[in-house]
């Protein structure tokens, strides 16, 4: 693995200017067009580059897939207006937050098609890894981030303009974030997890970003936001001012963001639009507020009684994750009724009523002693493939899908294959770790056969 110094922030962050576009529609060639426009008014020279465009490609969860992960169209769009100026090699990758990605793509045959003729598509997350140091870090030292990433001439960072559970709004420096193999993504997503978006973005922050806010997202983001449309297109070459001004379009100010609040402190973007260069001006303004993703878990479903604790009861983390988990089954409708018990965070009491060893989950490290009364998913955070799976265990595996998914993983398919097949109601094998149905029924005749 090699070791890649962070690069030192460009001069004048704070006066580059944020653009915005009206686009009311999802049209490769007027998206394209507009791209182009962005870049060659902020001066972006690509001839002979290396460019990367990451885009956010949450599709997995319930509620509209226009208002979680960029569209298909504009992915293309960024791709041919890199194209047209010149630069010589186009890699594109999506990229998923927890619990939010999907072995369904959204690319029809065509678009993959189209897109091919101008990059190629990288599955960024199983590509080489290099060594990223910050100066002054927050909370870590160093960083193991794709050396594409850290080595690319010019990164294009294309971010859904939506809420998050975790984040409060979802940005350009969390976007970075989510090209992080698991476990380094989880590492510190917890309380501290907005200052190691800060340090990640000092060691390599995009060169450009541009909001997919045609359709947007509020409430239970990322994986469950509802639609608002916006009808905007937002870009400019200081990522982290797109950001503020994207959240201030959302209705959030500068403190109602942590890490954008801390880039803010370090001198690398504005407080709000109000202070920035923006073009046209006038064009973005403090907007009615996107409603909040609610991460509470006490009072999200009625029969679902939690223990927390009063030390340690992280949204960024364990509960956080938990919400997410019990929306998405929400979604399902696989929320049935039957009584259940979560306990989370630290320190955390014995419970005066445990409803069934079998119902009652013991979520994250931090609830670790209490780990014998009950099914114990480890993890600081764990994995909310673990956190969902489980879950569908107590309310949504009974009858056919039950069989199926407690068959799917004696034929070896992996938990967030299972939850993805669940979630999309198809045992069809499609996506890496997929299982068929065949398989599964195959698999189970030969350990009849075998016994």
């Not at 973005?284 to 679902?304: H, K, L, T």
């Amino acid at each position: 693995m090699n070791r890649v110094e962070n690069r030192k922030p460009p001069q004048g962050l704070l006066m580059k200017p944020v653009r915005v576009f009206k686009q009311d529609v999802y049209d490769v060639d007027e998206i394209s067009a507009r791209i182009r426009e962005f870049l060659e008014a902020d001066g972006v020279k690509l001839k002979g580059a290396r460019a990367l465009a990451l885009f956010c490609d949450d599709s997995a969860g319930g509620g509209d897939a226009d208002a979680k992960g960029v569209r298909p169209e504009v992915v293309i769009a960024a791709a041919e207006a890199m194209a047209a100026l010149g630069a010589e090699k186009i890699a594109v990758a999506g990229v998923a937050h927890p619990g939010c990605a999907s072995r369904s793509s959204r690319f029809s045959a065509e678009q993959t098609a189209r897109l091919r003729a101008a990059a190629e598509i990288e599955d960024i997350r199983s590509m080489s890894r290099a060594r990223a140091n910050p100066d002054n870090p927050l909370t870590q030292m160093e960083f193991r981030l794709p050396k594409i990433l850290l080595e690319s001439d010019f990164v294009l960072s294309l971010p859904k303009a939506k809420t998050s559970l975790t984040t409060t709004v979802c940005s350009s420096m969390d976007l970075t974030h989510q090209t992080m193999r698991d476990p380094d993504r989880l590492a510190l997503h917890d309380f501290r997890l907005h200052q190691k978006l800060v340090d990640i973005h000092a060691c390599r922050a995009p060169d450009y970003a541009v909001y997919d806010a045609i359709v947007a997202g509020e409430g239970q983001g990322p994986m469950n936001p509802s639609p608002r449309k916006l009808g905007l297109l937002v870009g400019g070459s200081n990522p982290a001012n797109v950001d503020v001004a994207m959240a201030n379009l959302m209705g959030y100010g500068i403190h109602d963001v942590a890490h954008l609040r801390l880039l803010a402190d370090r001198g690398e973007c504005a407080s709000s639009a109000a202070t920035m260069d923006v073009r046209p001006e006038g064009a973005i303004g403090r907007s009615a507020r996107f409603r909040d993703a609610e991460w509470d878990i006490e009072g999200a479903c009625p029969w679902i009684s939690v223990t927390g604790g009063a030390e340690k009861y992280c949204p960024g983390g364990c509960v956080g994750f938990i919400r997410q988990a019990m929306d998405a089954l929400v979604g399902a409708s696989a929320l049935n009724g039957t009584p259940a018990h979560i306990i989370a965070g630290r320190p955390v009491g014995h419970p005066d009523t445990v409803v069934d060893r079998q119902r009652t989950l013991v979520v994250g490290d931090c609830s670790q002693a209490l780990a014998n009364i009950g099914v114990f998913i480890p993890g600081c955070p764990p994995d909310i493939s673990a956190i969902e799976f489980e879950m569908m265990k107590i309310f949504g595996t009974k009858g056919a899908n039950g069989l199926k998914t407690r068959m799917a993983v004696k034929a070896g398919m992996t938990l967030d294959a299972v939850v993805d097949a669940l979630r999309r109601g198809v045992f069809d094998g499609s996506g890496p770790g997929g299982v068929s149905a065949s398989e599964i029924a195959i698999s189970a005749v030969k350990r009849v056969l075998d016994q």
